[in-house]
């Protein structure tokens, strides 16, 4: 059995660990662009670790399974973008294969919680404190919502800020595309305890398969 993790560096070990023991018995491969993602994921020996993205591999050699964790999905933020990497999902997988993967749900929101006033602290590498705090740009557009981390450390002359953009896509959105590049929803659900999908759900967890 063989099976690729989409989007895989920060969360490495564990997540791809969790999705390790579902095909212990293949190969197993991992894609992402950030080389110092890929440098935390390579924890995990077992699993081939390729850097890169979906428009920079050709992969038609039949994985059972493409697994996107962490909402790397959303990470995809153009229509054309959207459509390379579906299409480059859906030519690697088997005709049985399955494409797993999360986004958030646009009617819930989330974006509204990563307000400041909820700081993260951790104790860095070299043992000092190195507090994370999320500030949301407004106003949120087209489906995409941008936000900035900002890290500060006393043991630091100044705070390193990191931007990003992440892209809601609907229910009905994510049908459109998925069914554009053939791939169909076998199994949707709103939440980690297969709950139903419905507005109020916090994500869109979806199981898809190849159409023909
Ligand atoms: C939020 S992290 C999730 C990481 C991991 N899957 C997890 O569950 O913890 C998003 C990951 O997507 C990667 N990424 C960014 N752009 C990407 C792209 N175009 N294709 C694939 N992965 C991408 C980032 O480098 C990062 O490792």
Redesign the pocket.
């Known amino acids: 059995m063989r099976g690729g ?8 070990p564990p ?1 791809a660990g969790g999705h390790a023991m579902a095909v212990a018995e293949g190969w197993l491969c991992g ?4 080389e110092a ?1 890929l440098d935390v994921a390579r924890a995990r020996p077992d699993i081939e670790w390729v850097l890169g ?2 428009s920079s591999v050709s992969w038609d050699e039949g994985f059972d399974l493409v697994v ?5 999905f959303q ?2 933020l153009g229509d054309e ?1 959207l459509r390379v ?1 579906l299409a480059a999902i859906r030519s690697a997988l088997t005709e049985d294969g399955r494409f797993v993967f999360e986004t958030r749900n646009p009617p819930a929101r989330a974006w509204e919680q990563w307000t400041t006033g909820h700081p993260v602290e951790i104790i860095g590498a070299s043992g000092a404190v190195v507090r994370m705090e999320r500030e949301v740009e407004t106003p949120v557009e087209d489906g995409l919502v941008s936000f900035t981390h900002t890290f500060t450390s006393p043991a630091w002359d100044r705070p390193e800020v990191s931007r990003s953009t992440l892209r809601f896509l609907d229910v009905a959105g994510l049908s459109s595309f998925l069914a554009a590049a053939g791939l169909m929803v076998e199994e949707q659900f709103g939440d980690w305890a297969s709950g139903p999908l419905t507005d109020a759900s916090p994500e869109i967890i979806t199981i898809a398969r190849r159409t023909a």
């Open positions: 993790i989409d989007g895989a560096g920060a969360g490495g997540i894609l992402d662009p950030a993602m993205d979906l996107m964790t962490g909402h790397a990470v995809l973008e990497a």
